[in-house]
């Protein structure tokens, strides 16, 4: 369902701009000039149906945050939006439990209402730790994470903040306080760090004790950011977001560094890597098979490369089904390799067989012309070599295959 935004302002221009920015992040705007009219569409709907609302601060019938208290009292997550933005103003937006607030100042803040939008969307699947012994900082904390949809956990000590981590694999950022209980701040982002890299687990270490020196340490101990209590809202949001976007600019990284560009598949570097892990623990038996679209080239020549790409895609779609307890990856041009560990050599027979038959009697329609294709496959489980002998192996099978005729299957 496409989530909702409320939009209560007056201003025409600053309206379309919000009206278009919303539309163009996949959310329905839902615009409202006034309070009162604001009131009245929102009573007509479920609060579950907005993600939150944008609110300008002085309205005709609203000129002094009315319109603000509305929302949060609604339960939405509010994010106000500013003409004037003086000291008063700014402090009694942030005095109420809002978001975060937007100046009307340039285009460029518009940018950042995108940003608030998408990060309150994808917040909902992000875990927060804070460790502090204090109750109250504690919760102050958890509190204001919550206002941005994050799912927050409490730990009181270094102890249960460990266990927590252990037990919540969505938490990727820890806020952690210097002054705990038996292991200090430092002292466990230090232990953290033999466990969880920076690439998975942003940490900011905080702290009330202005020596100097001390964010150094946290950095240099591991922590990704730090922050000094008493913090103002706007800073401690500024820096959640900007540690959570670190984490998943790397993940976006990651996932286009080990995928393939075509079909999205894992590539052939990604495999060699997912192998090597497995072989960690030495397994009891290996397999390895390389399949090979039969005269694919025929496929771009007669029906043209799109259709050759699409091809590719719907078979890399079967196989990422087909083989999706084992490690399968598109290894270039028209081959993919699948690689078994621990499975009977009848099973990955079996399944690659299996394979096999259910490409032959697949029906593809591109641009309303059906085609089908086969493919061969040559299969090993002689794994005495390593990896590379495997795919050399199995190589070799697949050649006899191709030289047999094709659509068919070669095993040891
Ligand atoms: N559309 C498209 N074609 C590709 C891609 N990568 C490789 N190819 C084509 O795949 C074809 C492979 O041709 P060949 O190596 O001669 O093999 P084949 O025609 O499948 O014949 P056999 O393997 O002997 O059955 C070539 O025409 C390549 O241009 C791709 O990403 N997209």
């Known amino acids: 369902m496409q989530r909702k935004v ?37 009573s007509s709907s479920a609060p579950e149906e907005y993600l939150c609302a944008v609110v300008d601060f002085n309205l005709p019938d ?35 439990r809002v978001v975060d607030y937007i100046p009307k100042e340039n285009a460029q803040v518009y940018e950042y209402l995108t940003r608030l939008l998408s ?40 102890e249960q903040g460990m266990e927590s981590l252990r037990s919540h694999s ?17 002292q466990m982002i230090s232990e953290l760090r033999k466990t969880y890299s920076k690439e998975d687990l942003g940490i900011i270490g905080i702290s ?23 913090y103002c809202h706007e800073e401690f949001f500024c820096r959640i977001m900007q540690n959570v976007e670190r984490l998943e ?22 495999f060699f890597t997912r192998v090597a892990a497995n072989l960690k623990v030495t397994p009891k038996s290996q ?62 027979l079996q399944i690659m067989e299996g394979f096999r038959k259910a490409i032959a009697n697949k029906v593809l329609t591109f641009e309303k012309q059906s085609l089908s294709c086969t493919v061969s496959i040559g299969l090993t489980h002689k794994s005495r070599g390593g990896i590379n002998a495997m795919i050399r192996l199995a190589d070799q099978h697949l050649y006899i295959a191709k030289n047999n005729g094709r659509n068919q299957l070669v095993d040891d």
Do not use: W
């Open 287 to 348: 397999s390895l098979a390389i399949i090979d679209i039969d005269h694919f080239k025929k496929v771009n020549d007669t029906y043209g490369h799109d259709c050759g790409d699409y091809t590719l895609k719907e078979l890399a779609k079967l196989v990422a089904e087909y083989f999706t307890d084992y490690t399968a990856a598109r290894f270039g041009g028209e081959e993919f390799c699948v690689y078994f560990s621990n499975t009977a050599p009848e099973k990955v």
């Open 170 to 186: 969505n938490i990727r950022l820890a806020i952690i306080d210097e002054n705990i209980p038996v292991m200090s701040g430092i």
């Open 6 to 42: 409320l939009i209560v302002e007056d201003s025409k221009t600053s309206m379309n701009l919000m009206r278009s920015l919303i539309a163009k992040a996949q959310l329905q705007p839902i615009c409202t000039t006034s309070l009162v009219e604001a009131k009245h569409v929102f």
């Open 208 to 230: 009330s004790d202005t020596t100097s020196g001390l964010s150094a340490r946290f950095i240099k101990s591991g922590a990704t950011d730090y922050l000094y209590k008493p």
């Open 119 to 158: 990060r309150l969307d994808k917040n909902k699947k992000v875990g927060v730790l804070v460790v502090d012994d204090s109750r109250v900082s504690r919760q102050s904390m958890t509190a204001l994470l919550r206002r941005h949809n994050f799912i927050t956990f409490e730990a009181a000590s270094a």
């Open 62 to 96: 609203a000129p002094n945050g009315e319109a603000i208290d509305f929302a949060i009292e609604s339960f939405l997550p509010t994010i106000v939006i500013t003409g004037s933005l003086d000291e008063s103003t700014r402090t009694t937006i942030l005095n109420k």
């Open 249 to 270: 600019n790397i993940a976006t990284i990651r996932r286009v560094s080990n995928s393939d560009y075509l079909t999205g598949l894992p590539n052939r570097r990604h």
